[in-house]
């Protein structure tokens, strides 16, 4: 059975950083490519990173320059650091999974149940 789970967020000041993670189980990690995304109260979803099964990463110009994503293959788990954290960054993040790349699109297959970020000023 496929599983996704994120934890990491909580709430911080702006200006601050996070780490989350994206524990995966149920498949050959290594095989698949990932993504993080985000959605904040009536917002669509959107992406924020993207890293494929060879470790290829890709950001989305909004938040370039203040996030990291990168996978440890041992753990099998995906993380996604972020740095200075502002208020419009509050949203819940959730990774997601597929053998394909959708890069940014929310169409991957396997989705986390996210974990709430939230940013005060």
């Known amino acids: 059975q496929v599983q996704l789970v994120e934890s990491g967020g909580g709430s911080v000041q702006s200006g601050g950083s996070l780490r989350l993670s994206c524990a995966v189980s149920?498949?050959?990690?290594?095989?698949?490519?990932m993504g993080w995304f985000r959605q904040a109260p009536g917002k669509e979803r959107e992406g924020v990173a993207a890293i494929d099964a060879g470790g290829t990463t890709s950001y989305a110009e909004p938040v370039k320059g203040r996030i990291t994503i990168s996978r440890d293959y041992a753990k099998n788990t995906l993380y996604l650091q972020i740095t200075r954290l502002q208020p419009e960054a509050t949203a819940m993040y959730c990774c997601a999974a597929d053998r394909r790349m959708w890069w940014y699109l929310p169409i991957y297959s396997d989705w986390g149940q996210g974990t709430q970020v939230t940013i005060s000023s």
């Open positions: 149920g498949y050959t990690y290594s095989r698949y490519c």
